[in-house]
């Protein structure tokens, strides 16, 4: 979906790096996820933010980190405590109310070097 | 919390079949159902989705059953294509959380 965008599309991380995934959408949603997706794997939830100002983990938070100043930005910190960041990292947003689907951006693909 | 199991794992097809894949789920409190395609190293679509109070529901030649009771879902393919060649992940939802969990994914082959 052109109204969520994600930067940049490679990352390299060096050992004791932490790097920052960018997610931005024009979509005026509420609801903004961060999952990732390792090879052959479906999609775990990192972190997900249902309003601005608020946010709260997923079901592998450790070694992320997330904040949410803005409705239209959600970016996400892999900090230098991810062991094992290589991953396929896909930022999603959603209506937040009802019963309305996820909007992907086309993901950041993060490898360490 | 909710467990969403996805079968099979992989699936072959000759093009023209059918193809059905099917998810369950553990927690009967979810009521919306989506269902996302992805293809090789893209973003996932939504290509179908079910609320609880449906049982079924077709966009041409993609169909998806619920039944609540026995807490699964099932999507299907008529007349397969090669370009529906892809990976689909079901998932569900309990609304007023909006939080999402999904399958492990089946990857669909269809061969020409």
């Known amino acids: 979906d052109g109204g969520i965008t994600q930067s940049p599309k490679y990352l390299f991380r060096k050992e004791g790096q932490n790097v920052t995934l960018s997610c931005e959408q024009n979509?005026?949603?509420?609801?903004m996820y961060w999952y990732r997706q390792d090879p052959g794997q479906g999609l775990r939830l990192i972190y997900y933010?249902?309003?601005?100002?608020?946010?709260q983990k997923g079901d592998i938070a450790e070694g992320y980190s997330v904040s949410r100043e803005k409705k239209e930005s959600f970016p996400l910190t892999v900090t230098s405590a991810q062991k094992n960041p290589t991953a396929f990292y896909l930022c999603?947003?959603?209506?937040?109310?009802?019963?309305?689907?996820?909007?992907f951006g086309d993901g950041t693909r993060l490898s360490i070097l | 919390g909710e467990n969403v199991e996805q079968h099979p794992s992989t699936l072959s097809v000759q093009e023209g079949d059918s193809a059905v894949i099917k998810c369950t789920y553990s927690d009967s409190a979810s009521n919306y159902f989506p269902w996302y395609k992805q293809e090789l190293g893209k973003r996932p679509q939504l290509i179908i989705d079910?609320?609880?109070?449906?049982g079924e529901k077709k966009d041409q030649r993609i169909a998806v059953t619920l039944n609540k009771t026995a807490k699964h879902f099932s999507l299907h393919i008529t007349e397969t294509q090669p370009e529906d060649s892809a990976v689909y992940f079901c998932?569900?939802?309990?609304?007023?959380?909006?939080?999402?969990?999904f399958g492990s994914g089946t990857k669909l082959n269809v061969k020409p």
């Open positions: 999603a947003s959603s209506v937040g109310q009802g019963a309305q689907p996820q909007h």
């Open positions: 998932a569900a939802s309990i609304t007023t959380f909006n939080k999402f969990y």
């Open positions: 079910i609320r609880s109070n449906v």
């Open positions: 933010s249902q309003i601005v100002n608020d946010f």
């Open positions: 979509l005026n949603h509420d609801a």
